[in-house]
Nanobody
Framework: QVQLVESGGGLVQAGDSLRLSCVVS????????MGWFRQAPGKEREFVAA????????DYADSVKGRFTISRDNAKNTVYLQMNSLKPEDTAVYYC?????????????????WGQGTQVTVSS
């Protein structure tokens, strides 16, 4: 069983930064890709960023490209999402997820384990 626990969310002002963390249980963390998704009230869950097993390949949604950075530390079983220049439209619950394989999936069905989510609220 794999468990994912996110942290780092909070209330910030537009233009501020936050770093989300996701700690993953299990001994095979370095063998699969990881992703971040978000869900705003009344909207569907959407892809934000993904990173492959080695950390050398990443992918981003157009809406966050250039502002967000995904990274991972395989020694700590942790994936991060550094969010800079935050905007009110970034307000959502952010979820980390484990990819079924080693790549950088962008679709919900490509992920088989999810965290409980962490709230990010950006005020204008």
């Amino acid at each position: 069983q794999v468990q994912l626990v996110e942290s780092g969310g909070g209330l910030v002002q537009a233009g501020d930064s936050l770093r989300l963390s996701c700690v993953v249980s299990g001994r095979t963390f370095s063998t699969y890709g990881m992703g971040w998704f978000r869900q705003a009230p009344g909207k569907e869950r959407e892809f934000v960023a993904a990173i492959n097993w080695s950390g050398l390949i990443t992918d981003y949604a157009d809406s966050v490209k250039g502002r967000f950075t995904i990274s991972r530390d395989n020694a700590k079983n942790t994936v991060y999402l550094q969010m800079n220049s935050l905007k009110p439209e970034d307000t959502a619950v952010y979820y980390c997820a484990k990819d079924r394989a080693y790549g950088t999936g962008t679709r919900l069905y490509e992920y088989d384990y999810w965290g409980q989510g962490t709230q990010v609220t950006v005020s204008s």
